[in-house]
């Protein structure tokens, strides 16, 4: 196992994709590694991976849309680390690209997961990362809820443009400017990152980009130094992305 460096990273829906590649990435960097996952065995799975690569990583259930698992998630990290340094808030979902119209229900599911489940994690695992000397929190958003380029760039985009998973990034834009002020004055720095359009079950093999490249936006927010941190912008490999 590689040097650790004494701090504990917390990764939503990580048991595949963006997710698990930002934890094997942070776990070779030092940084003790929980990945959550809703089936535990996948989560497992993962650490096995991910501890044969040389990390320190762990797994806890977590179905993102539950207050219960929430609460005991806050538990088991204040029982085995006593603190939170990162959370990423990546597990998302986009239940709208089947070829069938979208409705209700899907757009509901999708706000649910993407946008109140991040707000609830956060709030739960706030008195966590106050006990962090550099606590960060990285909402993994999209340039989809990018409203300037629903905007100006309609016509490259307009395919993937649904209405639950494109509001879900946006309300988590701005979910993130609100929390790099409430939480910033209380030193935990928030921002979002766009990973770019990545090869996984839901970026799908039409992607361009392999998750190796994919999840280097959010290590990178990571690992910035402190004074150059991007406090509530949204950004891609270091690049600011309009609202
Ligand atoms: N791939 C892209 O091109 C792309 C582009 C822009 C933004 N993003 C964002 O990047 C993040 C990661 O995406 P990805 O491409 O890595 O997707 P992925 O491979 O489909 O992985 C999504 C992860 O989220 C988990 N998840 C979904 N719903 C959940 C729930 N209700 N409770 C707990 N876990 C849940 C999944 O768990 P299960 O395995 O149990 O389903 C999985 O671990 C998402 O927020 C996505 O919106 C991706």
Not at 62 to 78: C, Q, R, W
Request: proline share 3%; glycine share 10%.
């Amino acid at each position: 196992m590689g040097n650790k460096n004494g701090k504990v990273a917390l990764i939503t829906g990580a048991n595949k994709g963006i997710g698990k590649e930002i934890a094997r990435q942070l776990g070779i960097l030092g940084y003790t590694v929980v990945l959550t996952a809703r089936d535990l065995n996948a989560g497992a799975k993962a650490v096995e991976e991910l501890v044969a690569a040389g990390c320190d990583a762990h797994t806890v259930a977590l179905e993102v849309t539950s207050a219960a698992d929430i609460a005991n998630l806050a538990k088991y990290l204040e029982e085995n680390f006593g603190k939170l340094d990162i959370l990423v808030n990546n597990a998302g979902i986009a239940i709208e690209w089947d070829g069938q119209p979208t409705n209700t229900e899907k757009v509901r599911r999708t706000l649910e997961t993407n946008l109140i489940a991040p707000y609830a994690i956060t709030e739960a695992l706030e008195p966590l990362l106050s006990l962090s000397d550099d606590a960060r929190v990285i909402n993994h958003s999209s340039q989809l809820g990018s409203i300037d380029a629903a905007e100006n760039m309609w016509q490259y985009i307009s395919g993937f443009m649904t209405v639950g998973y494109a509001t879900s990034k946006a309300g988590l834009n701005m979910l993130t400017q609100i929390q790099s002020k409430t939480l910033g004055v209380k030193g935990i720095a928030v921002a979002a990152a766009h990973p770019g359009w990545v090869k996984t079950d839901l970026g799908s093999d039409a992607a361009p980009m392999e998750v190796e490249e994919g999840a280097s936006t959010v290590v990178s927010l990571v690992t910035i130094e402190r004074d150059l941190f991007p406090h509530g912008q949204l950004v891609h490999k270091g690049v600011r992305i309009p609202w």
